[in-house]
């Protein structure tokens, strides 16, 4: 195992480049020690790229996980090496913030899968000296948090002082919790669900379809052959993109106003300023993300069903954890409605588990968790500063 960094200038080329030589740390295994899968599989070797903020203290105790939502990776509070942009929850971590690196070592790792230096189809599969493409293996959530667990056991960290994320990040946060309960001391999932509905499932196909369906594809060998399906991966996020906002939320932005033009122009340009705004999120994707990683990514959330392997009920999945939970949902957000986070507060109230839940009100939707929420901060850091009196009385 090493760990190394790599810098890249920002731009389409530096995207491919992440997926190999990150601009963070990387964390390799070799071939005697395989990831393994769900689907009866493994993964070796295997890379994890990384990023830390704060200080380890002496007996490894004040470690936060943060995992990452479908397209964000492990800049969590850094700036994007490809995009120039700060990082994606900066707003949460950092000195003095919710999740205070003044106070807390935070470690933030892209998901096996992904394309921004962890093992995914974009990486170079040392087989072929060819891109994985769709040889990769699918990965499941518990994947994901499998290989996170082989980070942080790397790390020398025994124990988590806390998990938190949003969205896929808010269901690793479950599968954290649920596979390895006594490595979680708190445990913050929000504006998240214990499985995908057939609903956001439905969503997602309509995103794989758009990215197969683009001629550039190529079956998934698209790098191999110096294609990009730019306009299926633009489409696919445009489409998701509506999903992370609300109803009122997108009315209060956009309404029905034109996009530089006083009146409609009786053809297909972007007439309404919502059209354009859904077009330049499209466009900009495809600069920062690998459209097979899209496929896996996607496909993750898909499986993700944490009864299933319980006998369909909650509850039974976390029996006796001690970790203690804080819920958070959005009054707005209909990908994850507040009536999942509920679900998992019956089912950690049927097992006994200490919780608490907290619904906030507000029209920003799904990705109120990635915006400016003085209710969602002050919620993370009452609870975590509670946590740490009763850890560290």
Known sequence: MASSRHSLPAGAGAARGEADTPSSHVMRFGLDQPL?????????????AYQTYGTLNADKSNAILVCHALTGDQHVASENPVTGKPGWWETV?????????????VICSNVVGGCMGSTGPASTNPATGQPYGLDLPLITIPDMVRAQAML??????????????????????????????????????????????????????????????????????????????????????????????????????????????????FGFDADFQVESYLRHQGLSFVERFDANSYLYVTR????????????????????????????????????????????V???????????????????????????????LFATIRGFLTSAAAARWA
């Open 36 to 48: 393994r899968l769900d689907s009866g599989q493994s993964i070796a070797p295997l890379q994890i």
């Open 152 to 265: 942080v056991d790397a790390l020398g960290i025994d124990q988590l002082f806390c998990v938190a994320g949003g969205s896929m990040g808010g269901m690793q946060v479950l599968q954290w919790a649920v596979a390895y309960p006594e490595r979680v001391f708190t445990a913050l999932p929000i504006a998240t669900g214990p499985r995908h509905s057939s609903q956001n499932i439905a969503f997602h196909e309509v995103g794989r379809q758009a990215i197969m369906a683009d001629p550039d594809w190529r079956g998934g060998r698209y790098l191999a052959e110096g294609t990009s399906p730019r306009k299926g991966l633009a489409v696919a996020r445009m489409a998701a993109h509506i999903t992370y906002m609300s109803d009122e939320g997108l009315h209060r932005k956009f309404g029905r106003a034109l996009q530089d033009r006083e009146r409609v122009a």
């Open 93 to 105: 971590v950092g000195p003095g913030k919710p999740i205070d690196t003044d106070r807390f070592f």
């Open 300 to 343: 993750a959330m898909d499986y993700f069903d944490i009864a299933a392997d319980y006998g369909g009920r909650l509850a039974n999945a976390f029996q006796g954890s001690r970790t203690r939970f804080c819920v958070a949902s959005f009054t707005s957000d209909w990908l994850f409605p507040t009536i999942e986070s509920k679900t």
């Open 345 to 375: 507060v019956r089912a950690l109230n049927a097992s006994g588990a200490s919780v608490s839940f907290v619904e906030i009100e507000t029209d920003r939707g799904h990705d109120a968790f990635l915006l400016d929420e003085p209710v």
